[in-house]
């Protein structure tokens, strides 16, 4: 037997399948009855389903936390304009022609205003002119403003997503969702600041309405009906009075909704909460209140009765919050103390955990430490978590958790993050500021803040309060607050120590996974062929120049392919790098798929592959101090001088110089790539920017 509630469900459903033909006859209903007359019944069905759109539209507005919510609004808000005038036009017929207009309007007009039509049409004008004047006016120049400011800041917030996104805080569909989101508020006050004209156009309509039924009224009333002056005024003025309330009500509930919408941008919840939230949540203004109260209720000629009630209503009030924010205080206090006792109660700290350095750990200063706290609103392990991830899936290797330790000897702001328990680099963080960077020009000096340097990259940045956040995105800076300044720094050191920590357990992890998915290769190369050792250090070698190992089964297959005719490290990784030739191209390839390189002179490359010497080390150029000095310097006036065009030069060589030459210039220079022509794919285009000579000026 089906359910009672069957029925009605199965309505609902087809009515949200089919809500496109259901919206598009509405508006041909309201359309038509413009042109159509219709019966003073229908009217008054119609005038209730008015009033109840315009309830249920103002009270959406109180229940909602964010505009996107209902980003309908602008169109919700054009839809209800033209319903109302399209009842406003049926009653003016209904008036003009039968002189009545069905028991709303009738309701209104006697009920409402007593049956007096001076004081309706005083009240009607006093309503309009407070939508009209006050709301109407109010809304639009918020919209106006809003959209103004939301489209200037886009450029700002846009940066400040990819900040995050390179952050590791969030991934590409997150960022993705954020663009989309910024771009539809963008859109929305955009929208809003036009449908606010609606609603002072209506406000407009209805007062000209008002006058024509009232000058036709007394027209058709004495010309046609035989109507006295006295009796033609009341019974049309009435009328119109009762029909301009009942369709200026429900305007002024939208255009009410409307000013309230646009000025919900800033709300974290519903109107309601936050309401209650922000006003009750300092019971010594409900004290001092309810004290002034009780004061203006002793002055003589004043009612005491009115003044005490809401004097005791606001103190109450303040008791009872106060009482509540001691028991909030006293409960703190508690589960501090609990959990003091329960560090206490702990067993003895395990001393091997104090001499087994973390591969990476950070160290920060006392009034860092909040960043860790989940209680103070703390999310840096979070994000830690989240850039260790993202890191492993660029680099394609393991990478250990990362530890935090608090270091009562650093300076209060300072943080260092250390490798094998050996400081690689520092930095300074301000809590509760943020940090704003202009990488494509110079800081606003507009800005004043905190003169700092940006510790990643060493770029020049301020410290600002979060007050001028907008100010600062809107003058094109990039504003990062203190936990994406150390993850930032943090991705950047993990990145350029990634083939250092790589260790041999790593490996064998990853090892492992390929070997779930590709038992064959993995068989063959170890450890028939080679350690896990060896296929550390080729891995290592591909890492140090900043390859990621993300296709770890064709490494290993080229491993397995040359590691029986050699045991040469250094060899076998220039087969891999060979056999990475779409990956390297790729990486390294500029805007428009080209490569910009620079060229060894050929009397040069011959020079250094001369000069080749086999150590236990590797194979290395020998040349004369001054020789190897003039390359360095020349190779370096070249890259500055293609990095000043904008260009991101790569040195191209031979095969069998490469690894020499990498080797001699990445003391002085570790970030210029070096590759050989057999790791360009032959799709690639190649650019040559730049010839490296012995004699370079």
Known sequence: MPSPLTAPRSAIMSVVKNADIIVALAFVFIIAIIIIPIRPSILDVLLVINITLALIIVLMTLFTAEVLQLSTFPSVLLVATLFRLSLNISSTRLILTEARAGEVINAFGEFVVGGNYVIGLVIFIIITVVQFVVITNGAGRIAEVAARFTLDAMPGKQMSIDADLNAGLIDENEAR???????????????????????????????????????????????????????????????????????????????????????????????GRDFTSQFFGFPRVLAITAAILLSLGLVPNLPFLPFLV????????????????????????????????????????????????????????????????RKEGGELLQRITAARRRLSAELGMIIRPIRIRDNLQLPPNTYLIKLKGNEITRGDLRPGYLLALNPEGMLPEELGGIPTREPTFNLPAVWISPAQKEEAELKGCTVVDVATVLITHLTEVTRNHACELLGRQEVKEMVDMVKETRPAVVDELIPELMSVGDVQKVLQNILRENIPLQDLPSILETLADHAASTRDTDLLTEYVRQSMARTISARFAGEGGKLSVITIDPALEKLIAASLQQTMHGSFPVLEPEV??????????????????????????????????????????????????????????????????????
Do not use: W
């Open 177 to 271: 969702t954020r663009r989309r989101k910024i771009q539809r508020e963008a859109d929305f006050f955009g929208a809003m600041d036009g449908a606010s004209k609606f609603v002072r156009g209506d406000a407009i309509a209805g007062l000209i309405i008002v006058l024509i039924n009232i000058v036709g009224g007394l027209a058709i009333g004495m010309v046609q009906g035989g109507m006295n002056f006295e009796l033609a005024a009341r019974t049309y003025t009435i009328l119109t009075v009762g029909d301009g309330l009942v369709a200026t009500i429900p305007a002024l509930l939208v255009s009410t909704a409307a000013g309230m919408l646009v000025t919900r941008s800033t709300g974290d919840e519903s109107f």
């Open 310 to 373: 809401m004097a005791l209503a606001c103190g109450s009030g303040a008791f009872m919050l106060m009482r509540e924010e001691q028991r909030t205080v006293r409960r703190r206090r508690e589960e501090e103390e609990k959990e003091a006792e329960e560090e206490l109660a702990r067993p003895e700290e395990d001393m091997r955990g104090l001499i087994r350095p973390d591969l990476l750990e950070i160290e920060i200063g006392y009034n860092l430490v909040s960043l860790t706290e």
């Open 628 to 697: 190897s000095q003039k390359i360095v310097q020349g190779i370096s006036r070249l890259t500055e001088k293609l990095r000043n065009r904008g260009l991101s030069p790569v040195v191209l060589t031979s095969p069998r110089i490469r690894l020499p030459f990498r080797r001699l210039v990445e003391r002085f220079l570790p970030d210029l790539p070096v590759i050989s022509l057999n790791e360009v794919v032959p799709q690639l285009a190649v650019e040559a920017v730049g010839v490296l000579k012995e004699n370079e000026n």
